[in-house]
């Protein structure tokens, strides 16, 4: 295998996003430039910079502050949200599925109802038990919906392991096609050409049930961007796309995409680094911010995936926002707030 060089991402890159959610500094006429070690002026604030921003003033981000933020979740009832009731409920004041060998689920979805934004800050909490795997849908469109004005290009059906346990026709299959890498996506180092993002095989059990058909699932079905999270955190703060390019680039990477190619600007961290950040079996923060063309994905306070998306074949600018799940396990989402931007 041809070595990699690993590329430093500069931190106005990690940091370009955050920042757009900041309040702006109040303009002030230029300082002189302070010397190195030289005291400041008098009355000067601490940090002054050049141009009437000051240096040093960002503030560390504060997901409980939810000021200026719209409350998707009311934390007691499914308002707002539209998904199977056979699967989605209510928990320990989070939105709560469990997928389970008896009872499969299937990939599916819950839906909020509340819009379609399209920049956006996007901040939660997600926990998992087990191989769950699912995440937070955004800039999605509604697949059964014929008024979509842009939608994926079809493609055409074919075998393979989803991330759902048991493969094509087993307890907890996904969608056909299965969901792996993209052709030219950039994977981790030693990762299988194309591999999906679960096991082939769900546990055993003494009575495996049957998922949702695909004409039950059809209503709530979703493609577009997702912030992939599971319990194990093998794809955690991935930006993956569902019916589109699936796994573009697993976690830890800057990627730009561009019509038919994609490329690895560089790597953010490594696994290790990444296992360091993920609380099992706990509440993770998550914060997705889109603006244009650039999504970036933070858990826990660090930047796990920044991708830059220039190909017009499947960039969307728009759409509506959603949980999913597969797999087995239980998935708790709760604290979801937006801020439009």
């Known amino acids: 295998m041809k070595a990699t060089k690993t590329i430093l991402i500069p931190v106005g890159i990690c940091a370009a996003a955050l ?16 010397q190195a070690g030289a005291p400041p002026a008098p009355g000067a604030a601490p940090g002054g910079g050049r141009g009437g921003f000051l240096r040093g003033s960002a503030v560390p981000f504060d997901y409980a502050d939810n000021e200026g933020w719209q409350s998707l979740f009311d934390g007691q009832t499914m308002k707002g949200w539209d998904g199977d009731p056979r699967f989605w409920s209510i928990k320990d004041g989070a939105i709560y599925v469990n997928p389970t060998c008896e009872k499969p689920t299937g990939t599916i979805y819950t839906i909020w109802t509340g819009g379609a934004p399209a920049d956006f800050a996007l901040k939660y909490e997600l926990k998992g038990t087990g191989n769950i795997n699912g995440g937070m849908q955004f800039r999605s469109y509604m697949t059964a919906d014929p008024n979509v ?10 075998g393979g392991a989803g991330r759902g346990p048991g493969g094509p026709g087993g307890p907890g299959a996904g969608a056909p096609g299965g969901r792996g890498a993209v052709a030219g996506a ?15 095989r769900g546990p055993a059990c003494a009575n495996p049930g ?10 709530w079905d979703m493609f577009g961007p997702q912030a992939d999270f599971d319990g194990n955190n093998n794809f955690s703060g991935m930006f993956y796309e569902q019916g589109g390019r699936g796994i573009i680039s697993m976690p830890g990477h800057a990627i730009l995409a561009e019509a038919g190619k994609v ?11 990444l296992d360091s ?9 998550f914060l997705v911010v889109t603006k244009g063309n650039t999504t970036s994905i933070y858990m826990n306070g660090h930047l796990t995936t920044l991708f830059i998306d220039n190909d017009p074949t499947y960039f969307r600018s728009g759409g509506k926002i959603g949980l999913e799940v597969e797999s087995t396990g239980e998935q708790f989402a709760r604290n979801i707030y937006l801020k439009r931007l």
Do not use: C, H
């Open 277 to 285: 950040w993920f609380k099992k079996d706990d509440y993770n923060q």
């Open 149 to 158: 004005e842009f939608q994926y290009p079809a493609r055409p059906a074919r």
């Open 263 to 273: 490329r690895d600007l560089g790597v953010i961290a490594d696994k290790a680094t």
């Open 19 to 34: 920042v757009l959610l900041m309040p702006s500094a109040r303009s002030q006429a230029p300082a002189a430039p302070a």
């Open 186 to 200: 950039a994977g981790a180092p030693g990762a299988a050409p194309g591999a999906g993002r679960g096991p082939g």
């Open 210 to 219: 049957t998922p949702p058909s695909a004409a039950e699932r059809a209503k």
